[in-house]
């Protein structure tokens, strides 16, 4: 690499601070645009069903390019537009690795679980799990561990939320992103208790859109100001990064120590399997009417997220060569504020009218994401709360009468959505509350913790149930709680809660385990405990269950 300076830069470029003065209203009025229009999809969805099929599958009457475009737009959260960049920006090539990790998951979804899940289930992983292990306790610990995951999301989303309206007002307050975050859960329940998963569906495909065309305009922006050139776009990248050549190689983030990238593989490892056990997106297979149309969603969701990512890389790169490093860092500590900040830049600078525009079109675009990504993380813990927990676990009790009438079943189901409306605002309320002490950890980060938690308590419970046929219902329970403690309690006594000085609590240290994301421990420990529990079962497997089971995954026979 050389040290000249490039043509393209010779005009030094402004420091890229948020909008001021009069400007802010311009991207206020394009929050209240998005929060109007994504409102009023709802309250016009909402009245075309109230069903429990409409309001956990959206009728499942989707097409494959509309659902496939539904799991981009809910897989491209505040992580990948907010987080990955951000951490690109930082860390060079280490951040990169994040995007690697979240779109090669994907491939493990389309190989093992998308027709298979559509086949097998109605509406949740639990329903999976039940139609061989037909047990209270096993819909009890696969619903819990649905929770779990889901709020971890969350409040990741929430996070990247508070950032970037704290960069939108021009400060850094904590009181500002303190009420963007209560604004933000008080939408989400409103979109999930009146639209429930239809109108869901539809804002994720309107954001995934904004989202597309947003990164296509930055990118196509960001290579007309190198000519082309990205080589050069490198170099510019590595200067203003801090780091020199460093940034351009591994080891920024992830190789100072053995730990380091130790950590790196248990992130790498909690990214590639988690995507197939996220809730959020199992449930999204339900909303079509077969498993080949599950299987071209997740096609379409591939080409999306792929080109997507790819976008993320040379932004990230941008972010870094334009803004700079320590000026992304200023903004936000965890580089969530980076693309807002490249937009400003690309537009003009600071003070120009096109430089605000872009800024406030790309913030009100992040915005969108976020609110659609929480409207589904919230319908899916909610369903399994209500679908799984209150009315698979506590109401079936032993005893209840299995054959219902079809108006008590109607009336049953009916009752299922009232306790999901109830449970979403509850979960809400939670995750408003857990976002308010993690605004200093970088949104990627947090989406890296769910997805471990999701690889070590749903994904060995659902393999172990499609593919072996000697799995018990004890099995099943060992497998998701040893996969989900170790996890949580790990997290728990890591770097990430005590110990440094961006973990949620930096003013006292009490973690004892070095790594900060558990999968490499706990992801192994579940399938660990599914083996172990299903070898100490007193009962054995149910050989028709699991021949139905294989049947119903791999033909379609019976499904709902």
């Known amino acids: 690499?050389?040290?000249?300076?490039?043509?393209?830069?010779?005009?030094?470029?402004?420091?890229?601070?948020?909008?001021?003065?009069?400007?802010?209203?311009?991207?206020?009025?394009?929050?209240?645009?998005?929060?109007?229009?994504?409102?009023?999809?709802?309250?016009?969805?909402?009245?075309?069903?109230?069903?429990?099929?409409?309001?956990?599958?959206?009728?499942?009457?989707?097409?494959?390019?509309?659902?496939?475009?539904?799991?981009?737009?809910?897989?491209?959260s505040a992580a990948s537009f907010l987080g990955v960049a951000g951490l690109i920006a930082l860390y060079g090539y280490d951040g990169v690795l994040y995007s690697i990790g979240f779109l090669v998951a994907w491939l493990v979804v389309l190989m093992l679980v998308a027709e298979l899940v559509r086949n097998a289930g109605r509406?949740?992983?639990?329903?999976?799990?039940?139609?061989?292990?037909?047990?209270?306790?096993?819909?009890?610990?696969?619903?819990?561990?649905?929770?779990?995951?889901?709020?971890?999301?969350?409040?990741?989303?929430?996070?990247?939320?508070?950032?970037?309206?704290?960069?939108?007002?021009?400060?850094?307050?904590?009181?500002?992103?303190?009420?963007?975050?209560?604004?933000?859960?008080?939408?989400?329940?409103?979109?999930?208790?009146?639209?429930?998963?239809r109108a869901t569906t539809w804002i994720q495909i309107v954001k995934a859109c904004l989202l597309i065309a947003g990164s296509v305009l930055l990118?196509?922006?960001?290579?007309?100001?190198?000519?082309?050139?990205?080589?050069?776009?490198?170099?510019?990248?590595?200067?203003?990064?801090?780091?020199?050549?460093?940034?351009?190689?591994?080891?920024?983030?992830?190789g100072a120590t053995f730990t380091s990238r130790l950590d790196f593989f248990s992130l790498g490892l909690a990214l590639v399997l988690g995507t197939a056990g996220l809730p959020h997106i199992l449930s999204r297979f339900y909303t079509v009417p077969t498993a080949r149309a599950a299987r071209r969603s997740t096609m379409w969701a591939i080409g999306l997220v792929g080109g997507f990512y790819l976008m993320a890389i040379a932004l990230g790169?941008?972010?870094?060569?334009?803004?700079?490093?320590?000026?992304?860092?200023?903004?936000?500590?965890?580089?969530?504020?980076?693309?807002?900040?490249?937009?400003?830049v690309l537009g003009g600078g600071n003070g120009s009218t096109g430089g605000v525009v872009l800024f406030?079109?790309?913030?009100?675009?992040?915005?969108?994401?976020?609110?659609?990504?929480?409207?589904?993380?919230?319908?899916?813990s909610s369903a399994a709360f209500a679908h799984d927990i209150w009315a698979g676990a506590w109401r079936s009790r032993p005893g209840r009468r299995r054959s219902a009438g079809a108006t008590e079943e109607k009336a049953g189901e009916q009752q299922e959505v009232v306790v999901a409306r109830f449970a979403a605002v509850g979960i809400?309320?939670?995750?408003?509350?857990?976002?308010?002490?993690?605004?200093?950890?970088?949104?990627?980060?947090?989406?890296?913790?769910?997805?471990?938690?999701?690889?070590?308590?749903?994904?060995?419970?659902?393999?172990?149930?499609?593919f072996w046929s000697r799995f018990t219902a004890r099995g099943a329970v060992w497998s998701v709680y040893g996969g989900l403690v170790p996890a949580i309690v790990l997290v728990f006594f890591s770097p990430v809660v005590s110990g440094t000085k961006v973990a949620l609590f930096p003013g006292v240290d009490?973690?004892?385990?070095?790594?900060?994301?558990?999968?490499?421990?706990?992801?192994?420990?579940?399938?660990?405990?599914?083996?172990?529990?299903t070898l100490t079962s007193p009962e054995p497997a149910?050989?028709?269950?699991?021949?139905?089971?294989?049947?119903?995954?791999?033909?379609?026979?019976?499904a709902a």
């Open 1 to 76: 690499m050389t040290d000249r300076t490039p043509a393209v830069l010779t005009t030094a470029t402004p420091p890229p601070v948020a909008p001021t003065g009069d400007h802010h209203s311009l991207a206020i009025v394009l929050f209240a645009v998005i929060v109007l229009v994504t409102l009023g999809i709802t309250l016009w969805v909402g009245r075309q069903g109230n069903a429990a099929v409409d309001f956990y599958a959206g009728g499942r009457d989707f097409t494959p390019l509309q659902n496939g475009v539904a799991l981009s737009g809910d897989y491209l």
């Open 123 to 197: 509406y949740t992983l639990a329903d999976v799990l039940a139609l061989r292990l037909r047990r209270r306790k096993v819909r009890a610990a696969a619903g819990g561990a649905s929770v779990v995951v889901t709020l971890l999301y969350l409040v990741a989303q929430m996070v990247g939320a508070g950032s970037l309206v704290a960069l939108l007002l021009g400060t850094n307050s904590a009181q500002a992103r303190t009420w963007t975050i209560i604004a933000v859960g008080a939408l989400m329940i409103v979109y999930v208790t009146i639209g429930g998963m």
């Open 219 to 254: 990118t196509v922006l960001l290579l007309v100001r190198f000519h082309g050139d990205v080589f050069e776009l490198m170099r510019q990248a590595a200067r203003h990064s801090g780091a020199g050549h460093r940034y351009l190689e591994p080891g920024l983030k992830y």
């Open 317 to 344: 790169l941008g972010a870094t060569a334009l803004v700079g490093s320590a000026e992304v860092r200023h903004a936000n500590s965890a580089g969530n504020t980076a693309v807002p900040l490249l937009a400003l």
């Open 360 to 380: 406030a079109l790309i913030s009100a675009i992040a915005f969108a994401t976020i609110l659609a990504v929480v409207a589904g993380l919230t319908l899916a």
């Open 428 to 466: 809400g309320a939670a995750a408003i509350a857990i976002s308010l002490f993690a605004q200093q950890l970088n949104v990627a980060f947090l989406v890296g913790l769910a997805f471990a938690v999701a690889a070590s308590a749903n994904l060995p419970v659902l393999l172990y149930s499609l």
């Open 510 to 533: 009490f973690h004892w385990f070095p790594l900060e994301n558990p999968g490499i421990v706990s992801i192994p420990l579940g399938f660990l405990a599914g083996w172990l529990g």
């Open 542 to 558: 149910d050989a028709d269950r699991f021949a139905e089971l294989e049947v119903r995954a791999l033909t379609g026979a019976g």
